[in-house]
């Protein structure tokens, strides 16, 4: 879990996972003309999220997509978040079930 | 893009739109097979739904809970305990079976003590209703859980379509 904490407190990590985000699959010059910062730089903040699971990659033809993985943010949350926010987010979540499944 | 769809028959609707899950999750892909198909396991996480098929190629699926039906698709390849290939239809709400069928391909593989999954949900159309693949973490997560831990998530919602044994027969409206 520290990898994943690690990797997501940098700005600029944070900005590649949204930018992930708004279009998956992205390749490295595509994601690197969108934030104002080096190929190399880039490529060094890809691979710690990669690292941390966070991107995955997969290849296509000459090709290297970078993909989003939220499953490790999921995990904090199924670990850390919702214990702290559930008697909250507990009752929020049935009325939303409720509200949404009235018209059923 | 290759692909090979050379039966020339084609169950999605063609998306472009592709969605990727990992997780490591600590146990042995038999273990990690089972829990992904059997209806019981099933329903201890991946929010409470129970999955029922013959697991053969070219089989029928179905997720549902009780007689409400969540989604639906056909087993295109079965591979146990490392590889499923399914199409996925949405069947909890007009809005997402209005996205018709996309497709699921569940990899294990195996890495030292534990087993790398990746569940690959492809075949979305552009801007597809992010329903459709956004339980996948929580599903994950779950299934995580329960194989490391032998426990099942308490994170609200989590198991928001399980029915409780004395109830398996109640109607879909009773279940919120």
């Known amino acids: 879990m520290d990898t994943i904490f690690k990797a997501l407190a940098d700005p600029t990590r944070r900005d590649l996972l949204d930018e992930l985000f708004a279009e998956d699959g992205q390749t490295l010059s595509a994601l690197e003309r969108r934030l104002p910062m080096t190929r190399f730089g880039v490529m060094k903040h890809?691979?710690?999220?990669?690292?941390?699971?966070?991107?995955t990659t997969?290849?296509?033809?000459?090709?290297?997509l970078h993909f989003l993985n939220p499953v490790p943010i999921r995990l904090i949350h199924d670990?850390?978040?919702?214990?702290?926010?559930?008697?909250?987010?507990?009752?929020?979540?049935?009325?939303?079930?409720?509200?949404?499944?009235?018209?059923? | 893009m290759n692909t090979t769809q050379s039966s020339g028959k084609r169950p999605w609707t063609a998306g472009p739109t592709e969605k990727v899950f990992e997780v490591y999750i600590k146990t042995t892909p038999e273990r990690l097979w089972e829990a992904i198909t059997d209806a019981e396991t099933r329903s201890k996480y991946g929010f409470g739904?129970?999955?029922?098929?013959?697991?053969?190629?070219?089989?029928?699926?179905?997720?549902?809970?009780?007689?409400?039906?969540?989604?639906?698709g056909?087993?295109?390849?079965?591979?146990?305990?490392?590889?499923?290939?399914?199409?996925?239809?949405?069947?909890?709400?007009?809005?997402?079976?209005?996205?018709?069928?996309?497709?699921?391909?569940?990899?294990?593989?195996?890495?030292?003590?534990?087993?790398?999954?990746?569940?690959?949900?492809?075949?979305?159309?552009?801007?597809?209703?992010?329903?459709?693949?956004?339980g996948w973490p929580m599903i994950l997560s779950g299934l995580k859980t329960l194989l490391e831990?032998?426990?099942?998530?308490?994170?609200?919602?989590?198991?928001?379509?399980?029915?409780?044994?004395?109830r398996s027969q109640a109607p879909a409206s009773d279940r919120a």
């Open chain 1, 79 to 104: 670990r850390w978040v919702s214990k702290y926010a559930e008697p909250w987010a507990a009752t929020l979540s049935e009325l939303k079930t409720r509200l949404e499944e009235e018209p059923r």
């Open chain 1, 58 to 64: 997969r290849r296509r033809g000459r090709e290297k």
């Open chain 2, 149 to 166: 831990t032998g426990e099942t998530l308490t994170t609200p919602g989590s198991l928001r379509w399980s029915i409780p044994d004395d």
């Open chain 2, 49 to 72: 739904a129970r999955v029922e098929s013959e697991w053969t190629p070219g089989s029928h699926y179905r997720l549902s809970s009780g007689d409400f039906p969540l989604a639906e």
């Open chain 2, 74 to 134: 056909e087993n295109l390849e079965v591979d146990p305990p490392l590889r499923l290939v399914q199409s996925f239809t949405a069947l909890w709400r007009e809005e997402v079976k209005a996205e018709g069928t996309s497709r699921v391909t569940w990899e294990i593989e195996p890495v030292e003590d534990s087993c790398r999954l990746t569940v690959t949900h492809d075949r979305l159309r552009d801007n597809a209703n992010s329903e459709l693949y956004g």
């Open chain 1, 46 to 55: 890809l691979k710690v999220l990669e690292q941390a699971g966070l991107v």
